[in-house]
């Protein structure tokens, strides 16, 4: 029977002895079935235990066809008595957590009858998703009041097995699959759910509940929050973030929003001066390199220049100057890039250089009979690889 084992007798059991009923091996490992447990397996939304079978971790626990497979790390035998002790800080946060979405979700119900269709509790983070498009910001803070002021009341949280013919006794929050054994959890006057998760046995232990931040999902709203110790490891990592941005920003918390919103104007700002600087500097350069036509061709080998500037550039040159070619090549870490381009009046195609020299780099690219550009592996030097193009052209 469920409700006999370990774990729904008592949600506080960390140690216990049993016995070895089989072993077997499946696609997630090795692994143990006992004649009782207290490890909780995955299910309802709850992670499983981990812990000890004497001194053989379990890293994984699941319920397959009824029965629950403790997967271990090392090897028991059929017979072995064993100790289990379970992994009691994971599972207690996890109580904290699953008692902790219960509450928050009879909050919106109770406050806005938003019922919740899934709840995901995460390592970090626990999430429900809620049966509605929008939540104001509002609602999330009543719902998170309700929620905590149901924590300090520190109202009991009782499970209870029930058949099929008791649930009308109970306003349940939700329709439940008809089974034999019906678990359900409930804080009196407040909830009562068909649940087989573990929970702490009042509401007090959860501590308390932080709404961090909402999602929109489809149709549905997910809503991020934590309980217990992860609202104050929470705190600790947001304050942690703070304190720098107040450090880098040299400015009190209240204004870091304000601060960063400025510098981002300014960067904007200088981004696009900048940007205009380049282009002039540029023309600049273009300039000078016509200055440097020889047989009625531009060529120049680069370090580290971007595939988009001596385009620019290439352009620039052309344009003006509607007979010549302009070959340039630039090296950078492990790479090789090139652009050729001819004026109006030049009758080769640059397809040619870009045939071969791709070949010859084992590099990508392509173009037009008037601009070609690629990059591949620097197994040459910029210069040498403005020989090559010069050589295709004949
Ligand atoms: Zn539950």
Redesign the pocket.
């Known amino acids: 029977m469920l409700k006999d084992r370990f774990y729904y007798i008592d949600a506080y059991m960390q140690e216990f002895d049993a016995i070895v009923l089989n072993e077997g091996e499946d696609d997630r490992g090795r692994y143990v079935i006992l004649d009782n447990t207290a490890f909780y397996p995955t299910g309802?939304g709850?992670p499983h235990d981990t812990g000890l079978l004497n001194e053989v971790p379990v890293i994984d626990v699941e319920e397959v066809d009824e029965e629950i497979r403790h997967y271990i790390a090392d090897t028991l035998h059929k017979g072995d008595q064993v100790v289990g002790r379970v992994n009691w800080e994971r599972r207690f946060d996890h109580m904290q957590q699953?008692?902790g979405?219960?509450i928050l979700t009879a909050a919106f119900v109770e406050l806005f009858d938003i019922q919740t269709v899934s709840f995901h509790l995460g390592k970090e983070l626990v999430s429900i998703d809620l049966d509605v498009e929008e939540v104001s910001s509002e609602q999330l803070q009543e719902a998170e009041r309700l929620a905590n002021r149901i924590i300090l009341e520190n109202r009991p949280i009782e499970t209870k097995f029930v058949s099929e013919a008791d649930l009308d006794q109970y306003k349940l929050r939700k329709a439940l699959a008809v089974t034999d054994e019906i678990r359900l959890?409930i804080i009196p006057e407040f909830d009562y759910?068909g649940?087989?998760?573990t929970?702490p046995s009042t509401t007090g232990q959860v501590s308390a509940i932080k709404v961090l931040s909402t999602e929109r999902q489809k149709k549905k709203v997910r809503i991020h929050f934590v309980c217990g110790d992860r609202v104050l490891a929470q705190l600790h990592k947001k304050n942690e973030i703070v304190s720098e941005a107040m450090k880098s920003l040299s400015s009190p918390e209240e204004e870091v929003p304000e601060v960063i919103e400025k510098i981002l104007a300014t960067n904007r700002a200088l981004e696009k001066s900048l940007e205009a600087s380049k282009e002039e500097l540029l023309v600049f350069e273009a300039n000078g390199l016509m200055e440097k036509v020889q047989d009625g061709m531009v060529t120049s080998a680069f370090i580290s220049r971007s595939i988009q500037e001596l385009q620019k550039l290439a352009r620039l040159v052309v344009g003006q100057h509607s007979e010549v070619i302009v070959l340039f090549a630039s090296e950078s870490d492990g790479k090789l890039q090139f652009v050729a381009a001819k004026g109006d009046f030049v009758k080769q195609s640059m397809k040619e250089i870009s045939t071969n020299v791709l070949t010859a780099i084992n590099g990508k690219g392509g173009g037009s009979d008037s601009f070609v550009q690629g990059g591949g592996e620097r197994s040459m030097s910029a210069e040498e690889l403005l020989v090559l193009m010069r050589e295709a052209l004949n």
Request: with cysteine; hydrophobic share 15%.
């Open positions: 309802g709850q699953h008692a979405q219960h959890v759910n649940c087989g998760g929970h």
